[in-house]
């Protein structure tokens, strides 16, 4: 049971971070966009940045909540497989953090 779940976290966590990509590239293309020299002929509502504060929040209490799991010893599952798992949580985690939005959204 606990395995099924890490494996639906981890899905969540990429999908996740899919998702916060995408949002980063709206931006982006966004900014490229912009003209600053000139006024918007209107403006629309945009939700970018709370979107991405959300999808940031999800992943890191989805984060949390893996770690939290695999590091449970009571929790019956192999090692090798317990092993595997952190290795792919690591890999999610090393892209998250490649994104750099820690320093966006963290109180420093």
Not at 42 to 68: A, G, K, W
Not at 86 to 92: N, S, Y
Request: contains cysteine; proline residues 4%.
């Amino acid at each position: 049971m606990a395995q099924m779940n890490l494996e639906a976290g981890l899905r969540s966590l990429r999908e996740s971070l899919r998702q916060m990509k995408a949002l980063l590239a709206w931006e982006q293309l966004k900014k490229a966009e912009s003209r600053p020299h000139q006024s918007p002929a209107f403006c629309i509502y945009d939700p970018t940045e709370t979107d991405l504060r959300n999808e940031y929040s999800f992943f890191l209490s989805t984060l949390v909540q893996i770690h939290h799991l695999l590091n449970d010893s009571t929790i019956n599952i192999p090692a090798a497989k317990r092993e595997a798992l952190r290795l792919r949580l690591a890999k999610v985690e090393q892209e998250m953090n490649s994104l750099d939005l820690h320093q966006r959204f963290c109180i420093q």
